[in-house]
């Protein structure tokens, strides 16, 4: 088959699945006219496109693509084939779909973890009380004014926009548009509209925390999403890579980008983003204790796991929803609210697995860049992932089975 060929079938199929949910496509910046046929053609059967992602994975060896390009598209067709299952009713254990969506294997968490996590939250934040209350406590207080929350994400969006264009060039044109919304189960979103422009949705149902805010903004916009999307719609859509185009959810392109997003605040900021976002509340007049925020956040990264194990006990171990509200609360020294809140991103269909995007996403990719050292090659490392086409089995260094 030739390249371009089985390039425009992969987008097709990828388009094809939004026609089944809503949503599945994040994001499609190529040629308006194949996204027209999708949408004008007949309801695709699930199980057809899954027989089709599988025969153009097939087909891979006998194009004329890299290596780089040919790794990309395998596994993400396995990934499409996955979900075409899925949508068709057959039952894959939750392991096993998280393995063929995302290219990696996950399993449970020693809880041993968790308590060593609790313990230094608790050195962080001694006083008596339960532990559970002293933190929550401390995010009541660390809580922002809803009226104070669009400047203060102006404030941060323009501060981490200077550093990130003083050290990853972005195009002059590229903009971040941000609006407040509710009833959505996730905390912020971007929405990659093209052309070097983002639309960043920030869920007013979560109440949004001086400590977290410059973690999202990095995280959707500079240098996260909105920045990955500009520099690779920039570098590998404008070299000829068409299949760039397309980010769909449920694919190793999702767990690359949730890792980078996660990693991003420490990328261009680094140790000291405490004291550095002290300074930016303190113009806008709000008392933010940065050595704090810094330390506890060092202290809860044990915590990482504790969402993932959620999803595996709801839906591998088909524990009840409250026995998992309960285990969320103990581990993530959270409200009832907040933990019936992340229940529900956990019971998407559509976004069930997804959770194992920001787990295994962060250690993977953070794992990669503390091989090198912090500075000029660690700042190269994070440019190849905003701007090369790397799947999880490349940053371990195997092959996709």
Not at 27 to 43: C, E, F, K
Not at 77 to 87: D, I, M, P, T, V
Not at 362 to 389: I, N
Request: some cysteine.
């Amino acid at each position: 088959m030739e390249p371009d060929t089985l390039v425009r079938e992969y987008l097709q199929l990828g388009l094809s699945f939004d026609r089944l949910e809503e949503g599945f496509v994040d994001a499609y910046t190529g040629d308006p006219a194949l996204r027209r046929a999708v949408d004008n053609a007949p309801p695709p059967d699930p199980a057809a496109l899954a027989r089709t992602a599988r025969t153009l994975r097939d087909e891979l060896a006998s194009t004329n693509l890299s290596h780089e390009r040919s790794r990309f598209l395998d596994v993400h067709l396995r990934a499409l084939e996955c979900s075409g299952r899925k949508f068709a009713g057959e039952d894959i254990g939750f392991v096993d779909e998280v393995e063929a969506y995302f290219d990696v294997r996950i399993a449970r968490e020693d809880e041993a973890v968790y308590r060593e996590a609790h313990r230094r939250m608790d050195e962080v934040l001694p006083g008596s009380g339960p532990l559970a209350d002293r933190i929550r406590a401390h995010r009541a207080a660390d809580e922002i004014p809803p009226e104070r929350l669009r400047e203060c994400v102006e404030a941060f969006s323009s501060a981490l926009r200077d550093l990130v264009r003083a050290q990853y060039a972005l195009p002059e044109v590229e903009t971040v548009e941000y609006e407040v919304v509710g009833d959505k189960p996730w905390s912020g979103f971007n929405y990659y509209l093209g052309d070097y422009r983002s639309r960043v949705a920030i869920n007013s149902d979560l109440k949004q925390h001086m400590a977290n805010l410059p973690r999202l903004i990095a995280h959707e916009a500079y240098p996260g999403h909105h920045t990955e999307h500009c520099r690779k719609e920039a570098g590998l859509v404008g070299s000829g890579q068409a299949e760039q185009t397309l980010f769909v959810v449920n694919t190793p392109q999702c767990l690359m980008a949730e890792g980078l997003a996660d990693l991003a605040l420490g990328a261009v900021v680094g140790p000291g983003w405490g004291a550095w976002a002290q300074e930016i509340y303190a113009d806008l007049g709000l008392r933010f204790d940065g050595e704090t925020a810094e330390r506890l956040s060092e202290a809860s990264a044990g915590l990482l796991g504790v969402r993932q194990d959620a999803a595996m006990m709801l839906h591998d171990e088909h524990r009840s929803h409250d026995d998992v509200a309960q285990f969320l609360q103990r581990w993530s020294l959270t409200t009832p609210e907040r933990a019936r809140q992340q229940l529900r991103f956990l019971s998407s269909p559509l976004w069930r697995a997804y959770i194992s995007t920001y787990v295994e996403g962060y250690r993977l990719l953070g794992t990669w860049l503390d091989d090198v050292p912090r500075g000029s090659d660690r700042a190269e490392r994070f440019r190849r992932l905003l701007d090369e086409p790397l799947v999880p089995s490349a940053l371990r260094g195997v092959d996709a089975a």
